[in-house]
Structures are given as structure tokens and as C-alpha cells.
């Protein structure tokens, strides 16, 4: 069973980058989308952006400026990186698999989230 | 972006009751919807994709219809441990979205 575990600050300075990690164990990163999500009660739900194990890319237009995702398959693992932060970007961060290899569009698998906040 | 809107936003219910959960998206996505389950503190579990594709493990008494614009997730007997909040989300086209949840309560 494939495990995903995110990574990386839980608190960031306004105007500064948000980095996070996802580590991929009990499975290969090949042959899958991987995406970042994530939750404020403020917006619900918002789905960041995709990686394909190749590294081909899709972000939502609404992050789009401020966002990279990236992929390190030797490490079996994906990052987001996301600039220029406010407090708006407070939020639950998901890393997440799609449901079948070479398939984009819903989500089995799920890292556990991590609560990342903006604030000096 | 495609909007996908739920109702109700939150209900009460009974264990046992049979309970449905609409969700409406703002232009057709044909059948790339799916249904996720999440408690507090814990990331959405997928329930449903494709509209109506059970995902393997969930037990069958949820169970997705619609196509075009208008979904609906269905409990058939409503257990203990499936007071939780609901979500649809389509994967017609970027950006994905969700709806803003339906959360089923306790009576």
C-alpha cells in the first residue's frame, strides 16, 4: 500500500516561499500524476496543481504565477514550491496520487496534510 | 473554472435514514465526477469517481448517480461512521474543483 507523507515548515513569513515534500514509500512515484491540494476554511478545497512522474506540469490558473511543482524520482518524492505568501495561503496542505497510472483526475491515495501557516 | 455547487450545506440525520447529497456543476462535465468522505483532522477518502464507479473497499451502501450537470451521492442506510462531510469534485477540465462540502450531522 503506498504511503505519502508531507514535509517541510509548518510556520513561513509573509512575502516568503512555502516549500513542501512529499515522500512516496510502499510504491513507485513512475507512471502517476501526483498533485498538491489544499484546505483553509476559508476557500474549501482547492486543488494547486499536478506533476507527471516525467515532470510535465499543470497548475491552477489562479496560483499559476507563484507556483512549481517538481518531481525527484530517485527520491520517490514531489515538491511544491509556492512564492510570495500571505495569509491567505494559510492553509492544510495535501499531497495526493491519482487513482490509476497514467490517469489524471481523481485521488486514492493521500498524505496525511500538514497545516502550514503564514504569519510573522 | 467550473463550479460545482452542493446542497444542502449541512443536514441532520438518523442511523438508518437514506440520505442524498446533490451536487450541480456549472457547465457539463459529463461523467468526471468523484466523491470524497472527510472527518475532522483526517484527509478526504474517495468514495465515488466517474459518477458512479464505487472505489474499492467502500462498502455499497453509497452509491453515485448523474451526468451532464446534476450528481447525486447516495447512503443508502446511514451508519455511525458515516457522519463526516462530503465533497464532489470534478476532473472534466483544469482547474480541478470541489464543491463546498455537505456535512452529515447527527440528529
Known amino acids: 500500500q503506498v504511503q505519502l507523507q508531507e514535509s517541510g515548515p509548518g510556520l513561513v513569513k509573509p512575502s516568503e516561499t512555502l516549500s513542501l515534500t512529499c515522500t512516496v514509500s510502499g510504491g513507485s512515484i513512475s507512471s502517476y500524476y501526483w498533485s498538491w491540494i489544499r484546505q483553509s476554511p476559508e476557500k474549501g478545497l482547492e486543488w494547486i496543481g499536478q506533476i507527471y512522474y516525467s515532470g510535465s506540469t499543470n497548475y491552477n490558473p489562479s496560483l499559476k504565477s507563484r507556483v512549481t511543482i517538481s518531481v525527484d524520482t530517485s527520491k520517490n518524492q514531489f515538491s511544491l514550491n509556492l512564492n510570495s505568501v500571505t495569509a491567505a495561503d494559510t492553509a492544510v496542505y495535501f499531497c495526493a496520487r491519482d487513482r490509476s497510472s497514467g490517469y489524471s483526475g481523481s485521488w486514492d491515495q493521500w498524505g496525511q496534510g500538514t497545516l502550514v501557516t503564514v504569519s510573522s | 473554472a467550473i463550479q460545482m455547487t452542493q446542497s444542502p450545506s449541512s443536514f441532520s440525520a438518523s442511523t438508518g435514514d437514506r440520505v442524498n447529497i446533490t451536487c450541480r456543476a456549472s457547465q457539463g462535465i459529463s461523467s468526471y465526477l468523484a466523491w470524497y468522505q472527510q472527518k475532522p483532522g483526517k484527509a478526504p477518502k474517495l468514495l465515488i469517481y466517474?459518477?458512479?464507479t464505487l472505489q474499492s473497499g467502500v462498502p455499497s451502501r453509497f452509491s453515485g448517480s448523474g451526468s451532464g450537470t446534476d450528481f447525486t451521492l447516495t447512503i443508502s442506510c446511514l451508519q455511525s461512521e458515516d457522519f463526516a462531510t462530503y465533497y464532489c469534485?470534478?476532473?472534466?477540465?483544469?482547474?480541478?474543483?470541489f464543491g463546498q462540502g455537505t456535512k452529515v450531522e447527527i440528529k
Open positions: 469534485q470534478q476532473y472534466y477540465s483544469y482547474p480541478y474543483t
Open positions: 466517474a459518477a458512479s
